[in-house]
Structures are given as structure tokens and as C-alpha cells.
């Protein structure tokens, strides 16, 4: 057994570690907020149907309108064609729309002057024909989903039922360690979404701070198993709490691997040949993943080993009090 490795000594390190990645989060957040998929934008949608389509209209078409919005001082940040489709049954028609899509700082005024003008400008324009319409819309960022934040406390309750379980089972200072790692998960992964700038929805961070919460239990009560079980070994009846502490994280490397490299691949592989909507969920998993292995290998055996220390000397103080009631009782 190696007796190198002793966290309780590096608890200062990790509590500074995570409240900077903490504190710099907050302050992102505040400053600049996440990395939002789909923040709010304006855009102008030109709707044409199959006769410029049919007469291969369209290039002049958008020639048109870029020269109206240069004139109007706009420029674009994307361009697309997409088919119409019909409200009510939910199918394609036979028109289409040219969607142009502007910064939301782009006033709605000049917006709204520039939609005129372009509307002039395509019902005089005798080469296009066909039924031409010109609209603005402003589109919001992406909305809150209820079901995600559901999700979310569901996944955040579990972990809370399962630290109790820890509690019951391996002693309530593994509890109350778990307790706090799956805090610090939770927080140091909103924290790295602010930092990092990875894309995600309006909704996601919450969600993969849950997800963060529930890897955390999962890691750490494999680390209190495999405690419980080194700790019976005579071996370690030698070692400080420490030591013993140490020892026994220190050999539960394998674990890590077959827990968190398989599922690491999945999602990154998944995450890769995935849409882009579902690849905004797949990817960004990956991190609260790393933050759990984090937290289990250094942030939670570190805060453990005070408390065991504490409930330790608690147990033997109460078994010396027995101990003595009952001599006393016998004499």
C-alpha cells in the first residue's frame, strides 16, 4: 500500500481551487450570462412562390434585397432558404421564404424601414414576378423548458436521497463529504459553462447541474464501498485516518476508468455523429463528468478525512463512556 497519497493535507488546495472556479463563474454569469444556443435575433423573411422559384428567380431576388439592406445600413450575419409550410396540417406548400437574420442591437426602426423599402423595391422590379412578401419578426432567446427544470430537481432530490443512504450505510461524515462534493459539482459546473463559453440552451445549465449532482453521488459512493472494504483489512488499522483515506482512493483508479471512460466515449462519440440540437446536450455532458471524477478522487476524500477524524474520536469516546457505565454497573 502507498502511503503518498494524503488528502486531508491538500483540502485547503481543493476548497481554493473550487471557490475560484466558483467566483469567476458568478461573475461571468453576471457580467455576460451563458453561452445561449439561440440568443435573441431579428430576422426579415422575403416569401416567394413556385413562379420565382420555377423561373430560377431567386438569385435576383436576393441581389435585391442585400442591395436595399447595404442601402439601409444592415448587414446580415445569416442567409438561408427554407421551405413554407402550412400551419394547420403541418405540411410543405408550394412557397418559400429567403430568411435573412440580423443582431438583436439592430434597432426596429431601421428594421422596419428597411422592410418598406425592400417591399417597394420587389413590387416594382418587373423581372421577379410572382407573389412577393416582405416581414420582420424578432425571434427570443430559447425559453426555460418546464420539463427540463422538473428534470433538474428530480435528479438533485435523488442525489440528496442517496447521500442519506451513504449515511446510513458508511457513516454520516462520508455523508456529509458527499454532501459537499455534490454541491461544489453542481456549482462548479454552472460555474465552467460561463467560463468555457460551450453553447448550450437557455434551460441546459440547470439540467447538467443535476446531472453533475448525480455523478457525484455515483463516484462517491463507489469510493465509500471500496472504503468500507479496505478498511477491514488489518492492514489498515495501522494507518491514520489519512492514510487510510489515502490508500484506499489512491487504489480506486480502476473504477474511474471503467465508469467514466465508457460512458466519456459514448457521449462523445453520439455527440459527434448526432443533430446539432442533440449534440447541444450530448457534448456538454462530458463536464459534469470531469468535475465528478474531480470531486471524488480530491475534493470529497479531503473534506472526509477531518470528519472521520471527528466521528472517530466520537465513537471511541462513547464506547470508553459504555465501557465505564457498565464496570461500573458490575461493581
Known sequence: MTKRFLPGKLLPVWIAVSAVLIVVGVVLFSLIGFNYASPEKKTVEIGYDAVVYIAEKEDKLAEECEKVFSENGLSFTDKRTDRELDVGYVSETGNYKLV?????????????????????????????????????????????????????VALGVAAIVALVYVGF????????????????????????????????????????????????????????????????????????????????????????????????????????????????????????????????????PAVLVPLKSKFDKMKSSRKKYVGKKKADVQE
Open 100 to 152: 435573412y437574420t440580423f443582431s438583436s442591437a439592430v434597432k426596429d426602426e431601421t428594421i422596419g424601414n428597411a422592410v418598406k423599402s425592400l417591399q417597394q423595391a420587389l413590387d416594382a422590379n418587373s423581372e421577379l414576378g410572382g407573389d412577393i412578401s416582405v416581414t420582420a419578426h424578432t425571434l427570443a432567446g430559447e425559453q426555460f423548458h418546464e420539463a427540463s427544470w422538473r428534470t433538474a
Open 169 to 300: 450505510r458508511f457513516g454520516w461524515g462520508s455523508a456529509i463529504a458527499g454532501l459537499v462534493a455534490c454541491v461544489n459539482d453542481a456549482l462548479v459546473t454552472l460555474s465552467l459553462f460561463a467560463i468555457v463559453r460551450i453553447p448550450v440552451y437557455a434551460y441546459a445549465p440547470v439540467l447538467f447541474a443535476g446531472i453533475a449532482a448525480v455523478f457525484s453521488v455515483i463516484m462517491w459512493l463507489a469510493q465509500c464501498m471500496k472504503m468500507r472494504e479496505n478498511f477491514k483489512d488489518p492492514a489498515y488499522a495501522s494507518l491514520t485516518v489519512q492514510e487510510a483515506v489515502g490508500t484506499s482512493v489512491a487504489g480506486s483508479w480502476k473504477f474511474a476508468l471503467c465508469f467514466a471512460v465508457p460512458i466519456a466515449v459514448v457521449f462523445a462519440v453520439l455527440g459527434v455523429i448526432a443533430s446539432n440540437g442533440l449534440r447541444l446536450f450530448l457534448l456538454p455532458v462530458l463536464l459534469p463528468l470531469a468535475v465528478s471524477v474531480y470531486s471524488s478522487f480530491l475534493l470529497a
